[in-house]
């Protein structure tokens, strides 16, 4: 009777106070727990762990190290002159396209991740616009590594008709396609309707899942610079092999030390040979003088 009294009057004490100052909820021991204002109910994870502090830590540092890296690199070739040429502004282009998604992608892609259910809060617009440069950046990237193996291959296999002016006309060329390509890919679901990127109703976004745009993105941006950048530098380990097999079979020249030997065993050679001859002719003209001198 007593037990029944203190529920009720436990009840009351809670419509009393309302649902903002007080809530009930049960324990695991079966007691009821008060939780004023907002505070966290006991066996529930606080919003922010501290793994959570920890990672997202890890993660800006990560964002900073590469744009400051990169940003590094992308000063050093501009400031430097004997940088311009070939294959630095290759690299410089590698470089860019690595500062533009640590600027632009990796931030946004941390904001979405910190988010309740990661949902994209920040409106249809800029989900599109993200997803682009993450689309286009990373896909430049890929390429500029395949232009670079393909600059070192015809340096290699082809170092007289590559010159100097061709090699500019060449790589100037290969950092526009590769820019022209990665933007056609990443821009496609919006220039033709190739799929919806952004989810209003789930507040979610993702790449276009349409299956077409889904073969031509991963052909265009990773099969396809992959089989190149993997064929062109077995070119090179051929080429490389062959031209140092040659090396190996080729007559080298004898040491100094070597060729010094064999050039006193020459002389001390032809010496012996004039003694010998000598001698011979010597021995043959006191034959014939006892001829002379016998017949005589």
């Given amino acids: 009777m007593e037990a029944a009294n203190l529920s009720v009057a436990t009840a009351s004490v809670a419509l009393a106070l309302g649902p903002k100052t007080c809530s009930s909820s049960p324990s695991p021991s079966g007691i009821l727990s008060s939780t004023p204002g907002n505070a966290v109910l006991p066996g529930r994870e606080p919003p922010f762990s501290v793994f959570t502090v920890l990672v997202v830590t890890l993660?800006?540092?990560?964002?900073?190290?590469?744009?400051?890296?990169?940003?590094?690199?992308?000063?050093?070739?501009?400031?430097?002159?004997?940088?311009?040429?070939?294959?630095?502004?290759?690299?410089?282009?590698?470089?860019?396209?690595?500062?533009?998604?640590?600027?632009?992608?990796?931030?946004?892609?941390?904001?979405?991740?910190?988010?309740?259910?990661?949902?994209?809060?920040?409106?249809?617009?800029?989900?599109?616009?993200?997803?682009?440069?993450?689309?286009?950046?990373?896909?430049?990237?890929?390429?500029?590594?395949?232009?670079?193996?393909?600059?070192?291959?015809?340096?290699?296999?082809?170092?007289?008709?590559y010159r100097l002016r061709t090699?500019?006309?060449?790589?100037?060329?290969?950092?526009?396609?590769?820019?022209?390509?990665?933007?056609?890919?990443?821009?496609?679901?919006?220039?033709?309707?190739?799929?919806?990127?952004?989810?209003?109703?789930?507040?979610?976004?993702?790449?276009?899942?349409?299956?077409?745009?889904?073969?031509?993105?991963?052909c265009g941006a990773f099969y396809l610079p992959l089989g190149v950048v993997l064929f062109v530098y077995w070119k090179i380990y051929k080429a490389a092999k062959f031209r140092f097999g040659r090396r190996g079979r080729a007559v080298l020249?004898?040491?100094?030390?070597?060729?010094?030997?064999?050039?006193?065993?020459?002389?001390a050679t032809s010496k012996r040979q004039q003694l010998l001859t000598v001698s011979w002719i010597s021995s043959q003209q006191r034959k014939l003088q006892y001829i002379i001198f016998e017949v005589g």
């Fill in 59 to 161: 993660l800006v540092l990560l964002i900073a190290a590469t744009f400051l890296w990169n940003l590094l690199v992308l000063v050093t070739i501009l400031r430097v002159r004997a940088f311009h040429r070939v294959p630095h502004n290759l690299v410089a282009s590698t470089a860019l396209s690595d500062v533009l998604v640590a600027a632009l992608v990796m931030p946004l892609s941390l904001v979405s991740e910190l988010s309740t259910g990661r949902r994209w809060l920040l409106g249809r617009s800029l989900c599109h616009v993200w997803i682009s440069f993450d689309v286009l950046c990373c896909t430049a990237s890929i390429w500029n590594v395949a232009a670079i193996a393909l600059d070192r291959y015809w340096t290699i296999t082809r170092h007289l008709q």
């Fill in 167 to 218: 090699r500019r006309r060449a790589s100037a060329l290969m950092i526009a396609l590769t820019w022209a390509l990665s933007a056609l890919i990443a821009l496609a679901p919006l220039l033709f309707g190739w799929g919806e990127v952004y989810d209003a109703r789930l507040q979610r976004f993702q790449v276009s899942q349409e299956p077409s745009y889904a073969v031509f993105s991963t």
């Fill in 253 to 267: 020249p004898l040491p100094a030390t070597m060729q010094t030997r064999s050039a006193q065993g020459l002389l």
